[in-house]
């Protein structure tokens, strides 16, 4: 093993040990490693970033900033220990600061989904029994796909029917209750899982294998499932192509569960706190952006404050 790789192993485990989820992060900086062993280089520098973009492949200029927001990282803990390490310029490859908007799903899309997922091949039945329900429990719930492929078989009460998110984004951990409906379907996924396993594995969502399912893993299975019903078009060599994202999902749930408040005379400041809780964000000003971000319910919010308003003008 060279000293770069033995270097990210120890980058990574510091990062973990502070609470981040690094799956991607780590494939990324494997395959940087990966190429500058291959060059026979010991020390980062832009110009072995750039020609390990030449050989990496096709991708958007958006996705290659994240790339290089990784490799910065690395290289900066790098140049901490060794300064003959060059940290790559940010603008080498500027990207865009912008969220993108949410794609919202209908509930026949939901139902699609689920139905293809439930029909994926596997050797066992375990990819579409896992995908199935992994999918359904994130529409329900709202959970990021980190925060399920986490989840351990001891992190899902089945009786009090509650999740113990013990990896939650930034290292924080919560407990999210869940409708009587979802914790039926999750003890009927465990108990066939656990059949077709022949024993209760240490993670909750497994694989064929009987391993924990990847969010990589998730994602892709979630891009075979859209291009199969019509919303991603097909792509070669089983890429995922572009289109609705499983994270849209966690979206969908925030959104519906705002419009259902307007729809129902329900104060949305008063009730936003809830939300901002269960969905585990750090601020209320992350859950309102959905306000802003879905036309829905930016008119409904413009329609609740054009009346409050005119309540107010009233002589």
């Given at each position: 093993?060279s000293?770069?790789?033995?270097?990210l192993d120890?980058?990574?485990a510091?990062?973990?040990?502070?609470g981040?989820?690094l799956?991607?992060a780590e494939?990324v900086?494997?395959?940087?490693?990966a190429?500058?062993?291959?060059?026979?280089?010991e020390?980062?520098?832009?110009?072995?970033?750039l020609?390990?973009?030449?050989?990496?492949?096709?991708a958007n200029?958006?996705?290659w900033?994240?790339?290089?927001?990784?490799?910065?990282?690395?290289a900066?803990?790098l140049?901490?220990?060794?300064?003959?390490?060059?940290?790559?310029?940010r603008?080498?490859?500027?990207?865009?600061g912008?969220r993108?908007r949410?794609y919202?799903y209908s509930d026949?899309e939901i139902r699609?989904?689920?139905?293809a997922a439930?029909?994926?091949p596997?050797?066992?039945?375990?990819?579409?029994?896992?995908?199935?329900?992994?999918?359904g429990?994130?529409?329900?719930s709202g959970?990021?796909i980190?925060?399920a492929?986490?989840l351990?078989?001891?992190?899902v009460d089945l009786?009090?029917?509650?999740?113990?998110l013990?990896?939650?984004?930034?290292?924080t951990?919560?407990?999210?209750p869940?409708a009587?409906?979802?914790?039926?379907?999750?003890a009927?996924?465990?108990s066939?899982?656990?059949?077709l396993?022949?024993?209760?594995?240490?993670?909750?969502?497994?694989?064929?294998?009987?391993?924990?399912l990847?969010a990589?893993?998730?994602?892709g299975?979630?891009?075979?499932?859209c291009?199969?019903i019509g919303?991603?078009?097909?792509e070669?060599y089983?890429r995922?192509?572009?289109g609705?994202r499983l994270?849209d999902?966690?979206?969908?749930f925030?959104v519906?569960?705002l419009i259902?408040?307007y729809?129902?005379?329900q104060?949305?400041?008063?009730?936003?706190i809830?939300?901002?809780s269960?969905?585990g964000?750090?601020?209320?000003?992350h859950?309102?952006?959905?306000?802003e971000a879905?036309?829905?319910?930016l008119?409904?919010?413009?329609?609740?404050?054009?009346a409050?308003?005119?309540?107010?003008?009233?002589?």
């Amino acid at each position: 093993m060279s000293r770069l790789s033995e270097d990210l192993d120890r980058y990574l485990a510091i990062r973990r040990g502070l609470g981040f989820r690094l799956d991607t992060a780590e494939r990324v900086l494997r395959r940087f490693a990966a190429f500058a062993d291959g060059e026979g280089a010991e020390h980062v520098s832009t110009a072995l970033f750039l020609r390990w973009q030449e050989t990496f492949g096709r991708a958007n200029q958006q996705t290659w900033a994240r790339r290089l927001s990784m490799v910065r990282l690395f290289a900066q803990w790098l140049c901490g220990i060794d300064p003959r390490h060059e940290v790559p310029p940010r603008a080498l490859i500027p990207g865009r600061g912008r969220r993108a908007r949410p794609y919202i799903y209908s509930d026949g899309e939901i139902r699609r989904i689920l139905e293809a997922a439930a029909e994926l091949p596997s050797i066992n039945g375990i990819r579409a029994l896992t995908c199935s329900t992994l999918f359904g429990l994130i529409a329900v719930s709202g959970l990021r796909i980190g925060e399920a492929v986490f989840l351990d078989a001891a992190d899902v009460d089945l009786e009090a029917g509650i999740l113990t998110l013990r990896r939650g984004k930034g290292g924080t951990a919560r407990l999210l209750p869940l409708a009587a409906s979802t914790t039926r379907r999750l003890a009927a996924y465990a108990s066939e899982r656990d059949r077709l396993l022949g024993a209760t594995p240490d993670a909750f969502f497994v694989s064929d294998r009987g391993g924990r399912l990847t969010a990589c893993g998730a994602r892709g299975n979630f891009a075979a499932v859209c291009q199969t019903i019509g919303l991603r078009p097909p792509e070669k060599y089983h890429r995922y192509g572009r289109g609705p994202r499983l994270h849209d999902l966690r979206h969908t749930f925030a959104v519906r569960t705002l419009i259902n408040w307007y729809r129902t005379g329900q104060d949305p400041a008063r009730e936003m706190i809830k939300l901002t809780s269960y969905l585990g964000h750090a601020s209320p000003v992350h859950t309102y952006w959905y306000i802003e971000a879905v036309p829905d319910l930016l008119e409904l919010a413009s329609e609740r404050a054009a009346a409050s308003l005119a309540w107010e003008v009233r002589p």
